[in-house]
Nanobody
Framework: QVQLVESGGGLVRPGGSLRLSCAVS????????MAWYRQAPGKQREFVAS???????VYADSVKGRFTISRDNTKNTIYLQMNSLKSDDTANYYC?????WGQGTQVTVSS
């Protein structure tokens, strides 16, 4: 059974940083694209960033230059380093492996 478990969310002040992790069990991530999505209250889930098995990355315009997605295939884990956080970044952040979703981790940016 494939499971994705996100961690690292929390409350942070505007301008602060957080690092999210997504640990995958039940499947090797080596050959798969993986991604982060987010969903704010009352809004649809939206794409944040993706990373190919070879390491190529794509970012939503809203996070470009502030967020960095990475992966460690030896740990079967992906990460999302979030810097210069804004209140608009407040959302539940989800990890995605093709056909699978994690349960999400809440990020709240507030003073």
């Amino acid at each position: 059974q494939v499971q994705l478990v996100e961690s690292g969310g929390g409350l942070v002040r505007p301008g602060g940083s957080l690092r999210l992790s997504c640990a995958v069990s039940g499947s090797s991530i080596n050959n798969y694209i993986m991604a982060w999505y987010r969903q704010a209250p009352g809004k649809q889930r939206e794409f944040v960033a993706s990373i190919l098995s070879a390491g190529g990355t794509v970012y939503a315009d809203s996070v470009k230059g502030r967020f960095t997605i990475s992966r460690d295939n030896t740990k079967n884990t992906i990460y999302l380093q979030m810097n210069s956080l804004k209140s608009d970044d407040t959302a539940n952040y989800y990890c995605w492996l093709p056909s699978y979703w994690g349960q999400g981790t809440q990020v709240t940016v507030s003073s």
